[in-house]
């Protein structure tokens, strides 16, 4: 009994041990619903290697995967927002963004960033969305447009990757401003003729979509992502008619014109470099 006793000790013991080393180390594919090893997630960018869906990557893996050794250097880092509103909602503005900056390590919902792609010199912004769900207020507003100033005194490709809510309406009016201020911006690049790509990942919605993620030379999107306006709900409630299937993906918006292309998150860097030579000896010839 004795020994029964301490084999079913030693049994529970070896179970306890097993399931703390191996807590964490799997996930379920939101998509497959298959269970997939957090290494091999992770050495696939986020990428499910049973079934290809591409799960949301945070805005410094992004510019990892797209810069040159994964070398870049930052710009604007110390703007932070004001609250020009003082707005309070079921939590102070100025809380969620103390929490988002804890958790995120950012000041605001974006890096910008420059460095070299594929040998090229560009600049890239990339939202974080994790930060007040990615949403454009002034700062996200003003390090955009700053980047857009760069890019023009420095004749640099402009590269943004959007992962947004939309505009923050915590900042209200301010916020949707940012909307002209960085198309207006844009029109200047484009009238320098200088390239400038905008890479829509899930989601992308709102103010972000109606403004500068609609606005590239090629607008491009990754597999699967949410991409609209308002939400279907809305949208349902407005027209009192029931949507089609898979409307406000890539896919969906690809097929009916709204993107130029959906790109694989593996395939994503060597696609914009080839867009870029092409702009660039296009831009190189004079128009006539
Ligand atoms: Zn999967």
């Given at each position: 009994m004795a020994w029964f006793s301490r084999d079913k000790a030693s049994l529970q013991q070896g179970e306890g041990e097993k399931r703390v080393r191996t807590e964490g180390l799997w996930l379920k594919c939101?998509?497959?619903?298959?269970?997939?090893?957090?290494?091999?997630?992770?050495?696939?960018?986020?990428?499910?290697?049973?079934?290809?869906?591409?799960?949301?990557?945070?805005?410094?893996?992004?510019?990892?995967?797209?810069?040159?050794?994964?070398?870049?250097?930052?710009?604007?880092?110390?703007?932070?927002?004001?609250?020009?509103?003082?707005?309070?909602d079921s939590k102070k503005y100025q809380d969620r963004l103390a929490a988002s900056q804890e958790a995120t390590h950012l000041r605001d919902a974006i890096i910008s960033a420059g460095g070299n792609l594929n040998g090229?010199?560009?600049?890239?912004?990339?939202?974080?969305?994790?930060?007040?769900?990615?949403?454009?207020?002034?700062?996200?507003?003003?390090?955009?447009?700053?980047?857009?100033?760069?890019?023009?005194?420095?004749?640099?490709?402009?590269?943004?990757?959007?992962?947004?809510?939309?505009?923050?309406?915590?900042?209200?009016?301010?916020?949707?401003?940012?909307?002209?201020?960085?198309?207006?911006?844009?029109?200047?690049?484009?009238?320098?003729?200088?390239?400038?790509?905008?890479?829509?990942?899930?989601?992308?919605?709102?103010?972000?979509?109606?403004?500068?993620?609609?606005?590239?030379d090629l607008n491009i999107a990754e597999p699967g992502a949410q991409i609209g306006f308002a939400g279907p709900r809305v949208i349902e409630q407005t027209i009192r008619q029931k949507l089609p299937a898979g409307f406000q993906t890539s896919e969906f918006l690809l097929q009916h014109g709204f993107l130029d292309a959906v790109v694989k998150r593996a395939e994503l860097k060597d696609y914009i470099a080839k867009a870029l030579d092409f702009f660039l000896v296009a831009a190189s010839i004079p128009a006539s």
């Open positions: 939101r998509q497959c619903g298959q269970i997939v090893w957090r290494k091999a997630l992770e050495d696939n960018h986020q990428v499910c290697p049973k079934c290809g869906h591409h799960e949301r990557l945070d805005a410094r893996a992004r510019l990892t995967l797209l810069f040159d050794d994964g070398k870049f250097e930052e710009f604007d880092q110390s703007l932070v927002s004001t609250d020009p509103l003082k707005f309070v090229r010199r560009v600049h890239i912004c990339a939202m974080e969305l994790k930060f007040v769900g990615g949403s454009m207020g002034t700062v996200v507003g003003e390090v955009i447009t700053r980047a857009i100033e760069r890019s023009l005194a420095q004749n640099v490709p402009l590269i943004i990757i959007s992962a947004s809510g939309g505009a923050r309406m915590q900042e209200g009016a301010v916020s949707l401003m940012q909307m002209a201020k960085i198309s207006g911006a844009l029109m200047r690049l484009d009238e320098a003729r200088i390239p400038y790509i905008s890479v829509l990942t899930d989601p992308t919605t709102g103010g972000v979509t109606a403004s500068f993620a609609m606005l590239g």
